[in-house]
């Protein structure tokens, strides 16, 4: 019998982390001659479900209609913090009783950490969402690794380390010969493994390489809470601050504090937009040190408030009023 691996679906899923999973088992059929695998597919309620990029996927049943699979994938994308549904932690929750093995992709591991199935495994999260979930679940084992498997749990960073998960799991099951082929199908050209980094790096990223600007901007990525002053990332280079203002405006056209503001206020985008934190929160983990100073800087860069992102209305006597339209910058163009 084909090993079942039953897909759940959920509200404005990702898309390409849902197929590239689907497509590594097809393409593994198909070469080995036999049915491998097989992915029949759920919803909530059993109706079709529209994904994140507006495409809408017909499936087989509800949740009950899985309860039998003795493997499941919750697949999850945008705005998945906000899905409260207590029929899917009851289910969650039943199926672990059965031993079924239970797997997140993309951002769907917050459904598990809701339903507390994620208490004593190590898990991972699509990059971007990873700050705003280590806030939300400071106690979990959480790493950046493209995918994890451990015991009964397996979690995902979705996009195309979907299909790097199920190479590893075909290559684990049915060698590492048949994996290889189902890769250069794709032109993959190299089977990644979970200690893969999630994003590209920086060199790729930013379209520079100079040794000395990038250990900069690795130091300020890795201290957004307690953002490190300029004589000391300049000195840690080896760098005077002459030469590292000279560098910054060379190779990124911008002061070193502009890039600085913009990593922290892009982070902070991020926590308002993935967690319930406060606003003043918010700005205390991104490094500012009161919520009117962040809420101009961020007004500024964003050209609405931290208030208005989240869709409320602003404090009366509280945040600014959102800048008009004509004021609104070009993110690309936001230079000190």
Request: charge should be neutral; glycine fraction near 8%; proline fraction near 5%.
């Amino acid at each position: 019998m084909p090993q079942a691996i039953g897909f759940v679906l959920l509200p404005r899923y990702s898309m390409i982390a849902f197929v590239s999973a689907v497509e590594a088992m097809r393409q593994a059929n198909r070469l080995a001659g036999k049915q491998l695998y097989s992915w029949p597919l759920f919803s909530l309620d059993g109706q079709p479900v529209t994904a994140s990029n507006g495409i809408e996927i017909s499936v087989s049943g509800d949740l009950e209609s899985a309860a039998r699979l003795g493997t499941v994938a919750l697949v999850a994308g945008i705005d998945v913090q906000k899905l409260d549904d207590r029929r899917l932690t009851a289910w969650l929750r039943r199926m672990d009783r059965q031993g079924a093995d239970i797997g997140a992709i993309c951002t769907a591991p917050y459904l598990l950490a809701k339903a507390g199935m994620l208490d004593g495994y190590n898990c991972t999260i699509h990059w971007e969402n990873l700050a705003g979930f280590l806030e939300e679940y400071p106690d979990l084992e959480v790493t950046n690794e493209l995918f994890e498997i451990d015991r009964n749990r397996f979690t995902c960073a979705g996009g195309t380390a979907s299909l790097d998960l199920m190479l590893n799991v075909i290559a684990g099951q049915h060698g590492h010969e048949l994996a290889a082929q189902v890769a250069d199908q794709f032109m993959h050209e190299r089977i990644r493994d979970q200690h893969d980094h999630q994003r590209m790096s920086l060199p790729a990223r930013l379209g520079v390489r100079h040794p000395k600007l990038l250990s900069v901007i690795d130091k300020m990525e890795k201290a957004l809470e307690e953002p490190l002053p300029r004589s000391r990332l300049a000195r840690e280079a080896g760098l005077s601050t002459r030469q590292l203002e000279r560098l910054f405006r060379k190779y990124l056209h911008r002061s070193p504090a502009r890039y600085y503001l913009e990593l922290r206020l892009n982070r902070a985008r991020l926590l308002l937009l993935q967690t319930n934190m406060s606003v003043i929160d918010v700005a205390l983990a991104c490094g500012f040190v009161s919520a009117s100073h962040f809420s101009k800087c961020y007004r500024d860069f964003f050209g609405r408030t931290p208030r208005k992102e989240r869709g409320l209305p602003n404090a009366p006597g509280g945040e600014e009023e959102e800048a008009p339209p004509e004021a609104v910058p070009l993110h690309a163009g936001v230079m000190s």
